[in-house]
């Protein structure tokens, strides 16, 4: 397992408020992992930092095997080299169906000449039955994306992050809003999608966590609060204190 | 574009079935056939189709890939200009030329030129060709203009605008804005477009002059015909494919797209400035027809006109944009021009000339609010799809 992200002593303030504190990470190739932290422990901002939504203040954000910057890249170049990102509220679009939402994120030339001549190929279309396939979304690849039921967005949009066939996925609260045999079939796609890439799991839900059977990292106020398996941060004094305590 | 494109598009092959019934009926009511419809009424009819053809383009930029441009009307009007400037120079050198011939001592390149523009801008107190009249002699050079003036301003605008993600209703606002300046600009008589007198007499082709009106006037039907059939076969297949998966789901999510790897600025600024071409050539055809412009017609208003018809008509499909513009203008024009009776209320006439303007804005608000879909939404009903 080689090291594929490295977010090294990042900060970001908003309005003086401190999202992130000199937060460090290292994501390697291929490994899942869990980021876990209450509310405002700075998940989301993370994750806005390394797909460049959000620019830190100080500190590194290095990418892949030649340690390139992400800082500086535009969303969409980010988006190019390799990382993926799964909002928290699914975000399909919901006024066109399975297939084109698939055929979208599908890993091809993404500039406008290139798209408006593109031509569809049996590669691409058996990619999107691949993929339909591995989220439970076959029979319904003709139907409006808006027509699907909550779980079913979520998964299609777990697709579409699979289609662009990233090094590394950035998956928000996955299991919101899922029922119970909604969530082992969501935890089964994870872990095989990260046989072969980087997944990063940013939840709440620790049943689904410990599911997940991977290392954690508990933030808190914006930096690393405790590291490795789930029994070791959940015995942590610390991770108690802070953020099980209150449950 | 090939062969499936039009099969798997059937409501394109639709629209240039019913484009091509009317063309061929228009001609048979007009001087060409039976005479029974007048010149003005077939010029009226040439203009509507220009007016389609921008409805169109507005309905990509804004239907389709939801910016609500209040400029494109701009675009609109500086190829009326670009092809005035031609019509307008071509004439007058005709008549200028005629005027001297009978001079006894041939006349001078130069006394020719000042003559012209002693005609041309005299108007505004003026007789010197400004820079931006260099290549008015030339038809070739203006219709290129009609181009590349609109594409070139769509694109630098377009380029600042969107490279700054400005969105929503403060792009609206920012294009507004550009329309405005643009207008005012023009207004001024040391703009060199003869200020609010603006260019006439364009009805009026140099070479035709032996011509008839009412065969003109059915060939530039023809040709706002074939150019509403072109531009529309463009943007169907522009929008349709993945083109159009893109471009609407900038619409739909902006931010998502770009977390997928698309440069969204790169596709609202082929968007906006292709747009923005084909309005300027639908407005090289219409003010020939209409034969004068003048800053009041890049007004703010006739952009905020283009897209009440675009959502009366219905955003998001091409047809709707094609009924929108061709009803409400055809509508306005019959209730402007005292078409429709006064109505006697006692202690009121409710006179459609002022009252238009009301009922218009009341539909806009009506169909907006209850009818979303417009009026290309009927024929939801009549297709519908076995759920």
Same mark, same amino acid.
């Given at each position: ?5 490295? !977010? ?83 975000? /399909? ?105 980087? !997944? ?32 070791? !941060?959940?015995?942590?004094?610390? /991770?108690?204190? !802070? ?5 | ?285 219409? @003010? ?92 939801? @009903? ?6």
């Amino acid at each position: 397992m080689s090291t594929l992200l490295e !977010v090294d002593g990042v900060s970001v303030s908003f309005d003086g408020f401190r999202a992130i504190n000199n937060l460090s990470i290292q994501i390697g190739e291929p490994e899942l992992r869990a980021v876990i932290g209450p509310n405002g422990a700075g998940k989301t901002t993370f994750m806005d930092i390394i797909t460049g939504k959000t620019k830190p203040d100080e500190g590194r954000v290095t990418w892949g095997d030649r340690n390139i910057s992400l800082l500086g890249m535009s969303e969409s170049e980010i988006a190019m080299e390799g990382i993926g990102r799964k909002f928290q509220k699914p975000t /399909v679009f919901e006024d066109q169906t399975v297939r084109e939402n698939l055929a979208m994120a599908l890993r091809n030339p993404r500039g406008p000449f290139a798209v408006l001549f593109y031509k569809k190929t049996k590669e691409g279309g058996q990619r999107i039955e691949e993929i339909a396939a591995e989220i439970g979304l076959s029979d319904s690849l003709t139907r409006r994306a808006g027509e699907l039921s909550h779980g079913q967005k979520q998964w299609l949009e777990i697709g579409m992050l699979l289609a662009q066939d990233p090094r590394l996925l950035l998956v928000d609260e996955p299991a919101a809003g899922m029922t119970t045999a909604e969530r082992e079939l969501t935890t089964d796609l994870l872990k095989r999608a990260a046989k072969t890439r980087a !997944v990063v799991v940013v939840e709440h839900d620790m049943e689904f966590v410990r599911r997940l059977d991977c290392k954690v990292t508990v933030l808190h106020e914006g930096s690393v609060l405790a590291e490795g398996s789930l029994d070791h !941060v959940t015995a942590d004094q610390t /991770v108690i204190d !802070v953020y099980l305590g209150r449950q | 574009m090939n062969k499936s494109f039009l099969i798997r598009n059937p409501s394109t092959l639709w629209f240039l079935l019913g484009l091509s019934i009317f063309t061929i009926v228009v001609t048979i009511l007009s001087d060409a056939g039976l005479g029974i419809m007048s010149t003005s009424f077939v010029k009226t009819l040439g203009k509507t189709l220009c007016l389609c053809l921008i409805a169109v383009a507005m309905d990509v930029v804004w239907g389709y890939c939801g910016i609500l441009s209040l400029g494109h009307f701009a675009f609109f009007g500086i190829g009326g200009y670009a092809v005035g400037m031609w019509l307008m120079y071509a004439r007058t050198e005709g008549i200028v030329l005629d005027s001297l011939a009978t001079q006894t001592i041939p006349p001078t390149a130069q006394e020719i030129t000042d003559a012209i523009g002693n005609q041309i801008f005299g108007v505004v107190g003026s007789s010197e060709f400004p820079v931006i009249w260099a290549f008015s002699d030339s038809l070739f050079l203006q219709l290129l203009m009609v181009v590349l003036v609109p594409g070139l301003l769509a694109l630098v605008f377009g380029w600042l605008a969107f490279r700054s993600r400005v969105t929503g209703v403060y792009l609206s606002i920012l294009t507004q804005a550009m329309t405005l300046a643009l207008a005012l600009y023009l207004f001024q008589n040391d703009s060199g477009l003869r200020g609010n007198n603006g260019l006439s007499g364009l009805q009026n082709i140099p070479g035709f002059e032996d011509t008839p009106q009412s065969t003109i006037s059915l060939a530039f039907f023809y040709a706002s015909a074939l150019a509403v059939a072109l531009g529309y076969v463009l943007f169907a297949w522009v929008t349709s494919g993945k083109m159009g998966s893109v471009i609407k789901a900038i619409r739909d999510n902006e931010s998502r797209v770009r977390f997928l790897g698309y440069h969204v600025e790169s596709y609202k600024l082929f968007v906006f400035t292709i747009t923005a071409v084909v309005a300027a050539i639908a407005g090289a055809l219409y @003010y020939p027809q209409a034969g004068i412009i003048n800053p009041a017609e890049i007004a703010p208003i006739a952009s905020i006109y283009l897209a009440v018809w675009v959502a009366i008509g219905g955003r998001g499909r091409l047809y709707g944009a094609v009924i929108g513009a061709a009803f409400v203008s055809l509508l306005s024009s019959w209730f402007t021009g005292g078409g429709a009776p006064a109505i006697p209320l006692g202690f009121y006439t409710i006179q459609w000339t002022d009252w238009w303007l009301v009922l218009l804005g009341v539909s806009f608000v009506a169909v907006t609010l209850y009818a979303p879909k417009g009026i290309g939404g009927l024929f939801d @009903y009549l297709v519908r799809k076995p759920s």
